[in-house]
């Protein structure tokens, strides 16, 4: 989470990441019940109040691009930090 949180602040994606208080039952779980590090990526602007998060109505239309396009920068600033990290174990 620490490189996710910090290439978003040099990237100048800051913006686009929340912190949510609590844990999220999502489908990451069973990556982080056989001890996977993982990063739950959320649009939570899916649906009035996020209602459709989860939903038979969260379907691809409701995909926002530019959404799409933040996270997707962001993913691959981080990966080569991620790689360093492991290399470094």
């Known amino acids: 989470m620490d490189l ?3 290439t978003a602040q040099t990237t100048g994606l800051r913006s686009i990441l929340g912190r949510q208080h609590g844990g999220i039952e999502d489908d990451h779980l069973p990556f982080a019940d056989v001890g996977i590090p993982e990063v739950d990526i959320i649009d939570r602007n899916c649906g009035p109040n996020n209602s459709f998060h989860h939903t038979d109505k ?13 996270v ?14 492991i290399a470094a174990i």
Do not use: C, F, N, Y
């Not at 969260?58 to 933040?70: F, G, N």
């Open 58 to 70: 969260d379907t691809l239309d409701k995909v926002s691009p530019a959404s799409m396009e933040e």
């Open 4 to 6: 996710v949180w910090q």
């Open 72 to 85: 997707g920068k962001l993913v691959l600033a981080v990966l080569p930090l991620i790689q360093e990290r």
